[in-house]
């Protein structure tokens, strides 16, 4: 009888797993006929934010750097590499030496060495594989307020208002709709400037205890979570200790000085046929 009104109800909406069998849908498209839609829970979430992550997306990926030349990036393992993108890997669970689902990397570099170009790329490129980061960076905080500001989950969700595409009802539940949408795989997210973010917010919340807390949201949600900082912030701040009581640590990548090789390539990138320019640089 249940399953009977269940299928006269033309709103109803049959949700699953993504990590159930793909076969799955094609099943239950047998079963449930005569319902509005069968989708898994990535799906299902995306569709009540659909025209805003659309416009969200869209807003992204035209943050892509004209200029952008692969720095050489240092990987948990002490080996440089550049391509495959190590933290692009990372991003998108391909990464050949992160196996857990739920992880956290730090990119460790000092001003002028390419962090937040490198954090813009990598967003515009998750949108071109379609998926959706959420990306924060200094840039998004003048607009807030200080209260505001100094909760992190609030500071993240803001992307959102910042890029023009608000979704508004998730004020005051900003924490629960990070758990809920990265543990249906909806978004990644990418925090340009973790060492600015502590910074901002003098001594109202501590670098140790945020980081914490988005190692736990990692787990929580088996997500992948990718956070930038000075060199110099990271050694000071973060005392080692921190992870003791932590079920994983972070990866920590760091971006090396471009050779004179690279340094061309760039300045070829940046002042084409201009042969004064690059001389005067490399």
């Known amino acids: 009888m249940r399953r009977k009104l269940l299928l006269i109800q033309k ?12 076969y799955i849908k094609s099943e239950l498209n047998k079963i449930f006929k005569d319902v509005a839609g069968i989708r898994n829970t990535t799906e299902y979430l995306s569709s009540f934010v659909q025209d805003q992550l659309r416009a969200y ?31 692009l890997l990372f991003l998108t669970d391909n990464h050949p030496e992160i196996k ?13 060495q390419g ?17 959706i980061p959420i990306y924060v960076n200094s840039e998004q905080w003048f607009n807030l307020t200080p209260e505001d500001l100094s909760s992190l989950w609030k500071t993240i969700s803001y992307s959102f208002k910042y890029f023009a595409t608000p979704i508004d ?26 060492d600015e973010y502590i910074l901002w917010n003098r001594g109202k919340v501590d670098a140790n205890e945020t980081l ?6 990692t787990v929580a949600s088996d997500s992948r979570i990718l956070i930038t900082s000075r060199t110099s912030f990271w050694y000071s701040e973060i005392q080692e200790n921190c992870f003791e009581v932590e079920p994983i640590r972070p990866y920590i990548y760091k971006i090396h000085p471009f050779d004179h090789n690279e340094a061309k390539n760039y300045f070829d990138k940046r002042f084409p046929a201009d042969d004064n320019k690059i001389r005067l640089f490399v």
């Open 212 to 217: 914490k807390s988005l190692i736990q949201l």
């Open 169 to 194: 009802w998730i004020e005051g539940c900003e924490q629960e709709f990070l758990q809920v949408t990265l543990k249906a795989g909806l978004f990644r997210i990418i925090f340009d400037g973790f």
């Open 57 to 87: 997306t869209d807003k992204i990926c035209s943050l892509t750097p004209p200029y952008f030349i692969y720095p050489p990036y240092e990987a948990p393992s002490g080996f440089r590499r550049k391509y495959p993108n190590p933290l």
């Open 100 to 112: 857990e689902k739920g992880a956290l990397s730090i990119l460790i570099a000092e001003p002028g």
């Open 115 to 131: 962090k937040t170009y490198t954090g813009r790329y990598l967003a515009s490129e998750l949108c071109k594989q379609n998926m």
């Open 11 to 22: 709103n109803t909406q049959v949700v699953y797993a993504p990590s159930i069998s793909p």
